[in-house]
């Protein structure tokens, strides 16, 4: 079946120690972007990328990185830098065309860190 | 910059009642793009609809049916004779074009909270 597949469903790490996020997906999708979701608010938008071997910065990407060697992969990682670092990340991909393509997420990810 | 909200943090309804869920936009485009995602309580996204600025039509897709108004930059979702697995998260969100280096990035509300009780 084709989707997004992200791992560990839960995450748990101590704080001052980096911790990279899994997504893949098998949908062939050229696009990918990282969410991340706080309790009682919208998703925002970490990092994404349009092609293999480039992305750029969403709108709240202190403290994170990403790479996207591989067209079905793009891990997300979380710094020590990031200051708020608990919270359910999520991975989508999408078509990429002249218009628009609806997202399709993976199931998330959700990170704690104490 | 692009907005979007959706006042209603959280509604109630009992199983077959009809539920109107408003979301409300803000953009400078004139082309744009509109979503509305059901979050479950498993936490993934689940796509429901796509309409684009040009397209005012309204849309029914079983029991649900979707309501854009681009004068009163609404683009409301009802439930009819909603069901208890109709209670999730529903978010709205707004999307420019590629062309536009819009990047096909999606500018979410908050999300409304729906429960359906039995």
């Known amino acids: 079946d084709g989707g997004i597949t992200q791992s560990p469903k839960y995450l748990f790490r101590k704080e001052g120690q980096n911790v990279t996020l899994s997504c893949e997906q098998n949908l062939n999708h050229d696009a990918m972007y990282w969410y991340r979701q706080d309790p009682g608010q919208g998703l925002r938008l970490i990092y994404y990328s349009q092609i293999v071997n480039d992305f750029q910065k969403g709108d709240i990407a202190e403290g994170y990185s990403v790479s996207r060697e591989k067209k079905e992969s793009f891990p997300l990682t979380v710094t020590s830098a990031q200051k708020n670092p608990t919270a359910f990340y999520l991975c989508?991909?999408?078509?990429?065309?002249?218009?628009?393509?609806?997202?399709?997420f993976g199931p998330g990810t959700r990170l704690t860190v104490t | 910059a692009q907005k979007v909200t959706q006042a209603q943090t959280e509604i109630s309804v009992v199983e077959k009642e009809d539920v109107t869920l408003d979301c409300v936009y803000e953009t400078r485009d004139t082309t744009y793009y509109l979503f509305w995602y059901k979050q479950p309580p498993s936490g993934e996204l689940v796509f429901l609809i796509r309409r684009n600025s040009f397209d005012e039509q309204n849309e029914i897709s079983g029991r649900y049916s979707w309501n854009f108004q681009k004068s009163t930059s609404s683009f409301n979702f009802t439930i009819t004779a909603s069901q208890v697995v109709d209670s999730a998260v529903y978010f709205c969100?707004?999307?420019?074009?590629?062309?536009?280096?819009?990047?096909?990035?999606?500018?979410f509300g908050t999300g409304t909270q729906l429960k359906v009780e039995l």
């Open positions: 989508a991909s999408s078509a990429r065309g002249l218009t628009v393509a609806e997202q399709y």
């Open positions: 969100a707004l999307s420019r074009p590629w062309l536009t280096g819009g990047g096909n990035k999606l500018t």
